[in-house]
């Protein structure tokens, strides 16, 4: 019964801090949704001894206040208490986009930056005013995922996670609910009401009867032989947990469709040939020496680079890409050239190592399979910059993705060697811990994690750098989306999670393990040490004025 009662103490933090950060509210299902993506495992519903989320929410008054929409939509809204009234207050003054605004604004792609006139930070967006889009591979995955059997809609968020090793988050391709989701996919996946609730079916049999119709038997077959390769492929069982990026990467359908063209074509030459396999195999050692020779351009012995510091004070776009406390995160620094090259070339790589004859000239022996390698990895037809960080046993090693900022347990079979060309663009994960903070308790906990998370998730922010410790980036963290600047630091600190130092204590997590200064080089070692600031797109004035507030309030007020 205690275990019980601790059990729901913490529960009810963690749905308060969940449902304050939703000014709209929350319908129990988005709730739970919202659970899975953020603690990554289901609400502990049997382990209360509750049948539902709004059985669960009807034992929690002083937490949650149960209302319903006007089409009858039940809708749970947060109960502040007293250390969470002034976040209630200003998730209450965050601006909501219009549907009217959102037409005006229908034809411009991707704003990211401010317009040069503009002195107000505020104006920082990420998310594109068109309508969403689910990418390429994402849809994918759900279609694999149906390619079974039919899944319940109350299933689809754990089944999702037990199959890709993270959560369906949706929201950051701009879709408000998994209703909008499947409406934007019902060309494969249909929803049929049945007594259990909402049935997802795949339209497998409807589509292959239709590709049968309009192509040739041949080229129909060459198709289900496509279909049948992600299906198949072991490297889809996992995916990198940590990437709100690499699901963004996939933009266009049309670039998705060309690569597993390219590889059928790739896995369709033996087929044709007559010989069989072992044969060639046998051919192949008597033409070549035992040991595999290594292509020259296959990188070795050298590390990427660090990305050039920043200039202490000054004003920075960032995305959060990987949390593991407010001591511990990776970002992205913005800037549309960075952005495009990292793009580009995932792109690059996908092409050229997704051919079977180019990627066997690439397959990493064993001795090469060790500690510090910097090579890549295929995840989801994907291939990452990674750096070996340790050898799990035969099969398996744990890897450092560069641009995102988390480890990884992979299988050795899907690792390859990185091609010389590929160590240009520097690692673009920055190590990052939230300036002058530390946790009340002497660890961060689950809930303060909780909170910093949702704070960073699905935005572009505003870091306002304040200096480098140990190869770590101390930084303060500002969302300027709402109509009063909300400063990370502060909402961590009227939450009872965090007290403010005025100074930066070295973080704990980065002291035992801080993979970005074990394995990347810093940027001066390559000629390149001068200290640069990004490309932000702002005007110097404004940002001069806007740095000389931040500093005010950092030193003063916010404090």
Same mark, same amino acid.
């Given at each position: 019964?205690?275990?019980?009662?601790?059990?729901?103490?913490?529960?009810?933090?963690?749905? !308060?801090?969940?449902?304050?950060?939703?000014?709209?509210?929350?319908?129990?299902?988005?709730?739970?949704?919202?659970?899975?993506?953020?603690?990554?495992?289901?609400?502990?519903?049997?382990?209360?001894? %509750?049948?539902?989320?709004?059985?669960?929410?009807?034992?929690?008054?002083?937490?949650?206040?149960?209302?319903?929409?006007?089409?009858?939509?039940?809708?749970?809204?947060?109960?502040?208490?007293?250390?969470?009234?002034?976040?209630?207050?200003?998730?209450?003054?965050? &601006?909501?986009?219009?549907?009217?605004?959102? &037409?005006?604004?229908?034809?411009?792609?991707?704003?990211?930056?401010?317009?040069?006139?503009?002195?107000?930070?505020?104006?920082?967006?990420?998310?594109?005013?068109?309508?969403?889009?689910?990418?390429?591979?994402?849809?994918?995955?759900?279609?694999?995922?149906?390619?079974?059997?039919?899944?319940?809609?109350? =299933?689809?968020?754990?089944?999702?996670?037990?199959?890709?090793? !993270?959560?369906?988050?949706?929201?950051?391709?701009?879709?408000?609910?998994?209703?909008?989701?499947?409406?934007?996919?019902?060309?494969?996946?249909?929803? *049929?009401?049945? &007594?259990?609730?909402?049935?997802?079916?795949?339209?497998?049999?409807?589509?292959?009867?239709?590709?049968?119709?309009?192509?040739?038997?041949?080229?129909?077959?060459?198709?289900?032989?496509?279909?049948?390769?992600?299906?198949?492929?072991?490297?889809?069982?996992?995916?990198?947990?940590?990437?709100?990026?690499?699901? *963004?990467?996939?933009?266009?359908?049309?670039?998705?469709?060309?690569?597993?063209?390219?590889?059928?074509?790739?896995?369709?030459?033996?087929?044709?040939?007559?010989?069989?396999?072992?044969?060639?195999?046998?051919?192949?050692?008597?033409?070549?020496?035992?040991?595999?020779?290594?292509?020259?351009?296959?990188?070795?012995?050298?590390?990427?680079?660090?990305?050039?510091?920043?200039?202490?004070?000054?004003?920075?776009?960032?995305?959060?890409?990987?949390?593991?406390?407010?001591?511990?995160?990776?970002?992205?620094?913005?800037?549309?050239?960075?952005?495009?090259?990292?793009?580009?070339?995932?792109?690059?790589?996908?092409?050229?190592?997704?051919? &079977?004859?180019?990627?066997?000239?690439?397959?990493?022996?064993?001795?090469?399979?060790?500690?510090?390698?910097?090579?890549?990895?295929?995840?989801?037809?994907?291939?990452?910059?990674?750096?070996?960080?340790?050898?799990?046993?035969?099969?398996?090693?744990?890897?450092?993705?560069?641009?995102?900022?988390?480890?990884?347990?992979?299988?050795?079979?899907?690792?390859?060697?990185?091609?010389?060309?590929?160590?240009?663009?520097?690692?673009?994960?920055?190590?990052?811990?939230?300036?002058?903070?530390?946790?009340?308790?002497?660890?961060?906990?689950?809930?303060?994690?909780?909170?910093?998370?949702?704070?960073?998730? %699905?935005?572009?922010?505003?870091?306002?750098? =304040?200096?480098?410790?140990?190869?770590?980036?101390?930084?303060?963290?500002?969302?300027?989306?709402? !109509?009063?600047?909300?400063?990370?630091?502060?909402?961590?600190?009227?939450?009872?999670?965090?007290?403010?130092?005025?100074?930066?204590?070295?973080?704990?997590?980065?002291?035992?393990?801080?993979?970005?200064?074990?394995?990347?080089?810093?940027?001066?070692?390559?000629?390149?040490?001068?200290?640069?600031?990004?490309?932000?797109?702002?005007?110097?004035?404004?940002?001069?004025?806007?740095?000389?507030?931040?500093?005010?309030?950092?030193?003063?007020?916010?404090?």
């Amino acid at each position: 019964a205690s275990k019980q009662a601790q059990l729901m103490e913490v529960l009810k933090k963690e749905v !308060r801090a969940m449902l304050i950060a939703a000014k709209a509210g929350l319908t129990p299902e988005q709730l739970e949704e919202q659970y899975v993506a953020m603690v990554c495992k289901p609400l502990p519903l049997c382990d209360l001894g %509750f049948q539902s989320t709004l059985e669960l929410v009807t034992q929690m008054p002083e937490v949650v206040r149960i209302s319903s929409s006007k089409n009858g939509t039940v809708i749970l809204k947060a109960i502040a208490d007293d250390s969470t009234k002034g976040i209630a207050k200003l998730v209450a003054n965050q &601006k909501v986009k219009t549907r009217k605004a959102a &037409k005006k604004t229908s034809t411009k792609t991707n704003v990211t930056f401010p317009p040069k006139n503009s002195k107000n930070p505020q104006s920082f967006q990420t998310l594109s005013a068109r309508t969403p889009v689910l990418p390429a591979a994402v849809k994918a995955e759900l279609q694999d995922l149906l390619s079974s059997s039919p899944l319940l809609l109350t =299933d689809l968020d754990r089944a999702f996670l037990r199959r890709f090793g !993270r959560a369906f988050q949706y929201r950051q391709y701009g879709f408000l609910s998994i209703s909008e989701v499947l409406r934007s996919v019902s060309d494969s996946i249909v929803i *049929e009401q049945t &007594k259990a609730g909402s049935l997802l079916v795949l339209r497998k049999y409807l589509s292959s009867q239709i590709e049968q119709e309009e192509l040739p038997q041949g080229e129909a077959e060459g198709e289900a032989e496509e279909e049948e390769v992600p299906q198949g492929e072991a490297e889809e069982e996992e995916l990198p947990q940590g990437e709100a990026e690499e699901e *963004e990467v996939p933009q266009s359908e049309a670039e998705e469709e060309e690569v597993p063209q390219d590889e059928a074509e790739e896995e369709e030459v033996p087929q044709n040939i007559s010989v069989p396999l072992i044969p060639l195999q046998h051919q192949g050692l008597e033409q070549f020496p035992p040991t595999p020779e290594i292509p020259p351009d296959a990188v070795q012995d050298r590390s990427l680079c660090s990305l050039p510091p920043l200039k202490r004070r000054c004003l920075v776009g960032v995305i959060v890409e990987f949390v593991i406390s407010p001591s511990q995160f990776y970002v992205h620094i913005c800037s549309p050239e960075a952005s495009y090259k990292l793009q580009d070339l995932m792109f690059e790589m996908r092409h050229v190592y997704s051919h &079977k004859v180019a990627s066997d000239k690439y397959i990493m022996p064993e001795w090469a399979v060790r500690p510090g390698q910097l090579c890549c990895v295929m995840v989801s037809k994907w291939w990452y910059r990674v750096i070996i960080h340790r050898v799990v046993s035969d099969q398996e090693v744990e890897v450092f993705y560069a641009d995102y900022g988390h480890l990884q347990i992979v299988q050795k079979s899907w690792l390859r060697f990185l091609k010389w060309h590929y160590l240009k663009l520097p690692a673009q994960a920055v190590p990052c811990s939230l300036a002058w903070v530390k946790p009340v308790e002497g660890t961060w906990s689950s809930a303060a994690i909780l909170l910093f998370k949702h704070l960073c998730r %699905f935005k572009e922010l505003v870091g306002i750098v =304040d200096e480098y410790m140990d190869g770590v980036l101390y930084l303060f963290l500002c969302d300027t989306s709402t !109509r009063e600047d909300v400063y990370f630091h502060s909402v961590l600190r009227d939450m009872g999670y965090a007290d403010i130092c005025g100074e930066n204590v070295p973080s704990q997590e980065f002291e035992e393990l801080n993979p970005s200064a074990l394995y990347f080089q810093p940027s001066g070692r390559q000629g390149n040490a001068e200290v640069v600031e990004p490309d932000l797109h702002l005007q110097q004035e404004s940002r001069d004025a806007d740095s000389e507030t931040a500093t005010l309030k950092l030193d003063g007020a916010e404090l």
